[in-house]
C-alpha cells in the first residue's frame, strides 16, 4: 500500500492489511509533528509534494525493500498539507517472517524517503516559516516556489 493523503489515516487499518500466515513480525514507524524544533515552538508544519512522482518513488521503495530484505510487504502513508502539533506524518509498516528483517527494511524505507522522495516540509514556528532541508544522500530535487 502506497498513500500521499491530506487524509489522516487509520494505523491499525494499515497494520492489518499486512498480515499474513506467515507473518513472523510487523515493525512500524510513526512519525509525528514535534512541539519543539531546537528552542523554539513549532505552530505547524505544511507539506507538499509533486504527489505522483512521490507515490512512484514510495512504490520503487517498497519494491527495492521487497527485493533486498526477507519482508512479504510494506505499506507507507505520507500526510501532506497543514499538520498541527502531535498530527501524524507518516507511517511505514513492514510485514516478515522474522524480525530482523523488519527492522531492517523499515530503517531503509524510511532514510530512502526522507532523502530521495519529492516531498518538501515547512515549518511554521513562533519566529516565522522556513523551507526544511531535506536529507539529501541523491540529487538535490527542487522544492516549490513560495
Not at 16 to 42: D, N, P, Q, W, Y
Not at 78 to 105: K, T, Y
Request: proline share 3%.
Amino acid at each position: 500500500m502506497i498513500l500521499v493523503t491530506e487524509k489522516d489515516f487509520s494505523i491499525g487499518k494499515v497494520i492489518s492489511s499486512l498480515k499474513r500466515r506467515e507473518t513472523g513480525a510487523i515493525v512500524s514507524f510513526l512519525g509525528t509533528v514535534r512541539g519543539f524544533t531546537g528552542k523554539e515552538k513549532v505552530r505547524k508544519l505544511e507539506f507538499e509534494a509533486d504527489e505522483r512522482a512521490a507515490a512512484r518513488r514510495l512504490e520503487e521503495i517498497r519494491l527495492e525493500a521487497i527485493r533486498r530484505f526477507k519482508i512479504q510487504d510494506a505499506a507507507i502513508v505520507h500526510r501532506i498539507g497543514s499538520l498541527g502539533v502531535s498530527e501524524n506524518i507518516v507511517l511505514i509498516s513492514v510485514s516478515a517472517p522474522r524480525r530482523r528483517d523488519a527492522f531492517a527494511a523499515c530503517r531503509y524505507v524510511l532514510e530512502e524517503l526522507k532523502s530521495t522522495v519529492p516531498i518538501w516540509k515547512k515549518e511554521h514556528t513562533e519566529k516565522g516559516a522556513r523551507w526544511v532541508p531535506a536529507k539529501r544522500s541523491r540529487k538535490a530535487r527542487r522544492r516549490p516556489s513560495r
